[in-house]
């Protein structure tokens, strides 16, 4: 019964911290441009640097 005493206020404190983080991700914009990553994936930036040939480093 005593590790409850411990456990408890653990697991509340790592709850709130989690809660705070994820708070704080969206005061910061962090999930604003949901489109955005999709899109650049279908960007075709790689086919410029393809049609160059390889770089010579």
């Known amino acids: 019964m005593s590790v ?3 456990l408890v206020p653990l ?3 790592l709850g709130l911290a989690g ?3 994820f708070l704080w991700t969206l005061k910061n914009g962090q999930y ?6 999709s899109l650049r ?11 160059r040939g390889p770089r010579r480093d």
Request: hydrophobic letters at 55%.
């Open 4 to 6: 409850l005493v411990v």
């Open 11 to 13: 697991a509340l404190g």
């Open 19 to 21: 809660l705070f983080a």
């Open 32 to 37: 604003d441009d949901m489109e955005g990553a």
């Open 41 to 51: 994936v279908l960007s075709d930036d790689d086919l410029a640097e393809s049609e």
